[in-house]
């Protein structure tokens, strides 16, 4: 999943890591995506949770070259 908040792009695993929801579709207030099944909210520029910060969705860095974006998936992938 891609985001852009105010010019700055996040990229996030497209699931909750609670019940495997797709996270497309959920509200994104300032830097905290909630999950439009359950209404877990995460922080996407660290990926916790805001409520249990051992629950986390991988992120990806996002570079931006040359007009392009480029995502680096996390290391564990």
């Known amino acids: 999943m891609l985001l852009n908040v105010e ?6 695993e497209n699931s909750c890591p609670h019940a495997g ?6 509200n ?3 830097h905290v995506l909630s999950c439009p099944a359950h209404g877990l909210k995460f922080d996407i520029r ?3 949770c805001t ?3 051992q629950m986390t969705i991988p992120l990806y860095e996002v570079l931006v070259r040359e007009g392009l974006l480029w995502l680096k998936p ?3 992938c």
Do not use: R, T
């Open 21 to 26: 929801a797709s996270m497309a579709g959920g």
């Open 74 to 76: 996390p290391d564990n």
């Open 51 to 53: 409520a249990s910060p």
């Open 28 to 30: 994104c207030d300032a």
């Open 46 to 48: 660290s990926g916790k």
């Open 7 to 12: 010019g700055e792009f996040y990229a996030l």
